[in-house]
Nanobody, 125 residues
Framework: QVQLVESGGGSVQAGNSLRLSCVAS????????VGWFRQAPVKGQEFVASITRGGFTKHYAESVKGRFTISRDNAKNTVFLQMDILKPEDTAVYYC??????????????????WGQGTQVTVSS
């Protein structure tokens, strides 16, 4: 089982950027597709972005398309989420998750078996 640890969250003003990192241990992250999800207060879990093992296919939620970029560096066992033009509605705890699935365009949290502990992102107006 792979273990995941997120970092890079923080508090920023709207329009600014943050870069989240998800570092894997226990197994090579190259064995997994990886997704980012978020959960805001009084909201359910929301898919943000996912990336296939080789990084060739990336899938985004409509709400972040054009503002967020997912990428990975398998040599560093790390997946990134670059978040630009942040909005107050992006405020949430962000989680990375790993999936054994070979499907592209993964966005169903039930397909992800390993999860990190989350990192808080707060965007003020």
């Amino acid at each position: 089982q792979v273990q995941l640890v997120e970092s890079g969250g923080g508090s920023v003003q709207a329009g600014n950027s943050l870069r989240l990192s998800c570092v894997a241990s226990g197994r090579s992250i190259s064995m997994y597709a990886v997704g980012w999800f978020r959960q805001a207060p009084v909201k359910g879990q929301e898919f943000v972005a996912s990336i296939t093992r080789g990084g060739f296919t990336k899938h985004y939620a409509e709400s972040v398309k054009g503002r967020f970029t997912i990428s990975r560096d398998n040599a560093k066992n790390t997946v990134f989420l670059q978040m630009d033009i942040l909005k107050p509605e992006d405020t949430a705890v962000y989680y990375c998750a790993a999936s054994n699935s070979f499907l592209e365009n993964l966005d169903d949290p039930r397909r992800f078996g390993s999860w990190g502990q989350g990192t808080q992102v707060t965007v003020s107006s």
